[in-house]
């Protein structure tokens, strides 16, 4: 069981949840569904601002270190449209890297049609 992360219930996303795309299979989506570490609508304070990530879920890699993904729902915008929400990610995953010092953190936007769309953290290289 991971630590839980301040603020993080880790309420599991319901089979009928309406905001998430109804083909799971697509685009590496499905690992997002459940598990113990996962919750929808979760508040975080950082920096004096009040956030709200749609979902956070941590899952361990291949090595079983724990990466934490921060994602954002935009179901009505097409992956062509996402490069205006780079900065919201962004301070999303700067707010839960430093909450859970030492975890990767990986930010992305699952869209409508189940396309997950990652974006690298500045200065990486790839990515959205």
Same mark, same amino acid.
């Given at each position: 069981?991971? %630590?839980?992360?301040? =603020? +993080? #219930?880790?309420?599991?996303?319901? &089979?009928?949840?309406?905001?998430?795309?109804?083909?799971?299979?697509?685009?590496?989506?499905?690992? +997002?569904? =459940?598990?113990?570490?996962?919750?929808?609508?979760?508040?975080?304070?950082?920096? =004096?601002?009040?956030?709200?990530?749609?979902?956070?879920? %941590?899952?361990?890699? *291949?090595?079983? &270190?724990?990466?934490?993904?921060?994602?954002d729902y935009k179901l009505?915008?097409?992956?062509?449209?996402? !490069?205006?929400?780079?900065?919201? @990610?962004?301070?999303?995953?700067? %707010?839960?890297?430093a909450l859970r010092p030492?975890?990767?953190?990986? !930010? %992305?936007?699952? #869209?409508?049609?189940? *396309? @997950?769309?990652?974006?690298?953290?500045?200065? &990486?290289?790839?990515? &959205?």
């Open positions: 069981m991971f %630590a839980p992360l301040r =603020g +993080f #219930t880790g309420r599991t996303l319901p &089979a009928s949840w309406h905001g998430f795309p109804a083909d799971r299979s697509k685009g590496g989506i499905k690992k +997002f569904c =459940g598990g113990p570490s996962a919750g929808n609508e979760v508040p975080l304070a950082w920096q =004096g601002r009040a956030l709200r990530i749609d979902r956070l879920v %941590a899952l361990l890699d *291949e090595g079983g &270190a724990r990466v934490w993904w921060v994602l009505q915008q097409g992956a062509e449209g996402l !490069a205006v929400y780079r900065e919201q @990610l962004t301070t999303y995953r700067r %707010a839960v890297e030492g975890d990767a953190v990986r !930010a %992305a936007v699952i #869209t409508g049609g189940g *396309e @997950l769309i990652e974006f690298e953290p500045p200065g &990486a290289t790839g990515g &959205a």
